[in-house]
């Protein structure tokens, strides 16, 4: 109301200047409180040396047995394939009730079953492997299944090229991985990371500091002063921004330097996606907090709409595609997915632009509404 | 010692009802553990079932138009253009339109007929590299089978070695079967560990801590009324997810629910041991929450939830010994999918159980020596 009043000419400083001095408070509240510091700058750090090294979907050295029952030349050399390969740490025992009691114990993942009958139905051109996995972690198990099939693929080829005398499939299928040649799940896993540490700070920092002020009755203590809604709400977005944009460029700085992630596109879009990937989730710590009051409920709320999603919902592991139609609906809703795409793309493709421009837009449409709902649900509380 | 139990559990009814009387809280409590349950168990699937695939097809055979039908037909793939120029490749796959593109070349029949390899070119998205790695298992499955069918038509030989798989306790590999008994242990550890850092944390943020020291409570007994409701709401949580695994996804229980709660008993006394720990140095709830989420997000990545512990380097599969959420999600996967016992549960139950005492006496020592 004495806005209103003042003249023209200084209000526009005088409103920057309560901002500013809102942005002081807060920064010193940062500083001081660890905690915060804590989410900020040791978590990113923390997270990205954890997971950076500690995530990974390569499945090398998987603990086979290998039962060999026929004690021919050609099955020894048939079971030695397997101990040569980089991707078997391969045990070669004689009896199949030993290699059970192993699986049962988890001591190993697969059994390969070279039956007595091996070395003569090779020879007539129909010999069989029996393989037993344990299919307990589906995924591991299919691709320990690719590897087995690969060992006998190249036992084949070195017995062609041996001049031995091996059909061949008639069609063989050559297959190129574009971006990720090395095939390392460390390259798409990183980018992914970046996303659940800036939806972490984004979300679940604003969230608690604003419900702490809730809770402890000193956001009403600032309605009385001649502070504005936006002008609070700006005074929590710059600090917390700031802080997230440090972790950012820790978290960047880390999947170049230690993870060696190559960036194909620019900085500058990684960059500027970010921030608004940033502003989003600055938007929804702000909402969920302004909604909630109360910090306990915040954080459950947090936890449940950005940080999990981001995680099991966003394409960062699980493909999109392949989930109930119901689930993708609601993935189109939550902003990770749009972050994922646009990390993956800039950090491992480049700067393709049919992809960037949809997904950053999408993004920006929600810190505007975001921040604009936040505004109308504080701002409702003031009267 | 009969006046201390009653002591322990006015404490523990007090707690709970502080907990669920609210709501929100209750809400909080109940609610996301079974709505996640539900999301995660469709969406946390590294099984694929719609892969879109560009085809391009320079030899326009009946051959390669065989081939291609197969892909149609296994109900995964699914044809989203079928290209004229080599260039199309790039863009399809840059912009995210197909995952995978089917390459053709132009005598590809020919040599075929001729008895020569042909060749199919597969170029798979590998910005997420796991997916399109599963893809193209998926792929050379489907030209295996077409070649068995060229084969048999064309009277030629056979691979010398068929190999003939089977996978013991989830025979059809689905990753749904692994995820949703592990939620049992994930889902609870974070919502535990969080009640049980908060409640202490939020007496005293309140004051009401002070209050409960001029009260005839011993700390142990204090230690043991945050204890007991946190470890039954925990169990509470630990048999809705069980309840949604078994009732809505129908993943078949192959052991005994004696044996699991027997196993989830000792995981969750870890919990609330490692919960009652953070809230011993905590001074608000907000640094209880966070002290929480950052133990609890190394806990959840690196307890084999998402990716193997085999997979992962030396030291770190170290430190997952220390983690209590390894052994939960071992329990429920060993009991859940291959019904083992006690007696095989063992490896997994006394490091559970080391955990506990050390953290629950941990923590009993930092009450004291912090009201003292």
Redo the contacts between chains.
């Keep these: 109301m004495t806005d209103g009043s003042e003249p023209k000419r200084t209000q526009l400083p005088a409103k920057w200047r309560r901002v500013w001095s809102l942005v002081r408070k807060e920064t010193r509240q940062v500083v001081r ?3 915060s510091i ?2 900020g700058v040791v ?1 990113p750090v ?2 990205i040396l ?2 950076g ?10 603990p086979v047995a290998v039962v060999l029952e026929d004690p021919s030349p050609a099955a020894t050399e ?1 079971a030695a394939s397997f101990q040569l390969s980089p991707y078997f740490d391969a045990q070669l025992l004689t009896s199949m009730h030993q290699a059970e009691q192993l ?3 988890r001591k190993v993942d697969g059994i390969v079953r070279i039956r007595s009958d091996f070395a003569r139905r ?1 020879s007539l ?19 320990i ?2 590897y ?2 690969g060992a ?1 693929g190249q ?2 080829a070195r ?1 062609a090229s041996e001049g031995k005398d ?16 090395v ?3 460390r ?2 896993l990183v980018p992914g990371l970046i996303v659940l540490i800036m939806t ?1 700070i984004g979300a ?1 920092l604003t969230a ?2 604003m419900a ?1 002020e809730w809770e402890r009755g000193t956001l009403e203590a600032l309605f009385v002063t001649p502070v504005r809604t936006d002008e609070i709400l700006l005074g929590k977005t710059i600090p917390y921004f700031t802080l997230g944009m440090v972790g950012l460029a820790l978290c960047i700085l880390g999947a170049k330097f230690l993870f060696h992630v190559p960036l194909r596109g620019s900085l500058w879009v990684l960059a500027g996606t970010s921030m608004l990937y940033l502003l989003v989730a600055l938007g929804i710590g702000l909402l969920i907090s302004s909604v ?1 009051k ?4 915040a ?3 947090t ?2 709409v950005t940080f ?1 999603p981001a ?3 966003s ?1 960062f ?3 999109l ?4 139609t ?2 993708q609906l ?1 993935t189109y809703v939550l902003p990770a997915r749009y972050y994922v ?1 646009l990390l ?2 800039v950090f ?3 700067n ?1 632009w ?2 960037i421009l949809p997904n950053a837009a999408v993004l920006a449409g929600m810190a505007v509404l975001l921040l604009f709902l936040t505004r109308s649900v504080t701002r409702k509380k003031l009267a | 010692m009969l006046d201390s139990i009653f002591r322990i559990l006015a404490l523990t009814q007090k707690e709970l009802l502080a907990v669920l009387k609210d709501p ?2 209750r ?3 109940f609610v ?1 553990p079974i ?2 349950c539900l ?2 168990g ?11 695939y560009a085809v391009f097809d320079q030899d326009r055979s009946a051959a390669s138009r065989d ?1 291609v039908s197969g892909l149609d037909g296994s109900g995964v793939f699914r044809r989203v253009a079928e290209l004229q120029r080599s260039s199309d490749v790039k863009s399809y ?4 339109r197909a ?1 995978l593109v089917i390459q053709i070349d132009q005598d590809f029949e020919r040599r ?1 007929i001729t ?1 020569l ?18 893809a ?2 998926y ?2 499955s489907i ?2 089978a ?2 068995a069918e ?2 048999a038509a064309h009277g ?20 749904r ?2 995820m949703v008994p592990a939620l049992i242990g994930t889902l609870t550890l ?1 919502q535990t560990l ?1 009640l049980t850092a ?1 409640s202490v944390a ?1 007496e005293r943020e309140e004051g009401t801590f002070d209050q409960l020291l001029v009260t005839p409570f011993r700390p142990a007994e204090i230690m043991a009324g945050k204890a007991l409701p946190s470890l039954f709401i925990g169990m509470v949580q630990a048999t809705n997810v069980l309840l949604v695994a078994q009732l809505w996804f129908g993943i078949p229980f192959a052991g005994s629910f004696m044996t699991l709660y027997i196993g989830l008993t000792f995981f969750l006394l870890a919990a609330v041991g490692i919960g009652l720990l953070v809230s011993s140095v905590v001074a ?4 209880a ?3 929480s ?2 133990l609890v ?2 806990f959840a ?2 307890s ?1 939830l ?3 512990i ?4 030396e ?2 599969q170290h ?1 997952t010994l220390l983690n209590p959420l390894r052994y939960a999600i071992e329990i429920a ?1 060993r009991v859940y ?2 019904g083992a016992g006690l007696g ?1 549960l063992m490896p997994e139950l006394w490091p559970l159980a080391v955990i506990a005492l050390v953290t629950l006496s941990t923590a009993s020592w930092m009450f004291r020596h912090r009201l003292a």
């Design positions: 409180d660890p905690s804590a989410i978590l923390l997270l954890l997971f090294y500690g995530l990974s979907l390569d499945v090398t050295n998987v048939f699986m049962l114990a090779l051109g129909n010999a069989e492997v029996q393989v037993l996995l344990h299919g307990t972690d589906g995924n591991r198990a299919r691709i299944q690719g087995i099939q006998v036992w084949a017995l091996v059909p061949s499939g008639p069609v063989a299928v050559q297959s190129r991985l574009w971006f990720n040649e095939n390392e799940s390259y798409f972490l679940m608690l500091v702490r909630t109360n910090q306990f409920v954080s459950e709320v936890m449940l999990l995680m099991m919902l394409g592991l699980f493909d595609r392949s989930m109930p119901l689930v609601i795409a993956q793309t491992l493709a480049g393709v049919s992809v | 929100r809280g809400f909080a409590l996301p709505l996640q999301i995660f469709y969406a946390a699937t590294y099984d694929l079932n719609d892969v879109p081939l796959i840059n912009e995210r995952l075929l008895g390899p042909a060749n199919v070119q597969v170029v798979a998205d590998g910005r997420n590299s796991n997916t399109a790695g599963i193209m298992g792929v050379n030209v295996e077409f070649n060229w084969r030629q030989l056979g691979p010398p070695i068929q190999v003939i798989t089977r996978a013991w306790y989830n025979p059809n590999l689905e990753t079967w692994n974070l969080l908060m939020r608000t709830m907000q640094q929450m966070l002290f989420f950052m997000m190394p990545l690196l084999g998402a990716t193997p085999s997979s992962m380097p030291i770190f430190f996967h999918l291959e095989l």
